[in-house]
């Protein structure tokens, strides 16, 4: 059975977080705005007026530069080790993309955003995500062992 390690990247995590509380705080501030990605997604391919669109733009834009820095600075993109096949992360995205629905949000909006108002959904919301992602980490690496 193949061990799967993971990475400790403690400075690297310190960093982004920062620049998500920073987003956070500065949407919140200028436009009154919870960070949401999936919602700021959906209602950039759906917008309800130009001026909504714009922000969810310039968003959108700010969550892909972070690659592309990397690529400026290292000359390659981000090493991404995904030790599941294509098929799981198909089922995977359908079963976030149906949870995102239903939960009304996602990990940024309820988690970050959410528990930072004390909002008790988003507190349930965040304790289910965390548990069921310990549960299906759990289930993959000791019990089918992949």
Not at 15 to 42: K, P
Not at 113 to 139: E, K, N, W
């Amino acid at each position: 059975m193949e061990v799967i390690e993971t990475a400790f990247t403690p400075w690297a995590s310190l960093i982004g977080g920062l620049l998500i509380g920073l987003g956070t705080v500065l949407l919140m501030a200028m436009r009154g705005n919870v960070l949401g990605a999936t919602g700021i997604l959906a209602g950039f391919m759906t917008p309800s007026s130009s001026s909504d669109w714009g922000w969810r733009a310039v968003m959108i834009a700010g969550m892909l530069s972070g690659p592309i820095a990397i690529l400026l600075f290292t000359g390659g993109f981000p090493t991404i080790e995904v030790p599941v096949n294509r098929w799981m992360m198909i089922i995977g995205g359908l079963i976030v993309g149906i949870g995102v629905t239903y939960g009304s949000g996602c990990t940024s909006g309820h988690g970050v955003c959410g528990i930072s108002r004390l909002s008790p959904r988003s507190i349930t919301a965040t304790l289910t995500f965390m548990l069921t992602a310990g549960i299906t980490v759990y289930i993959l690496r000791h019990v089918i062992g992949g």
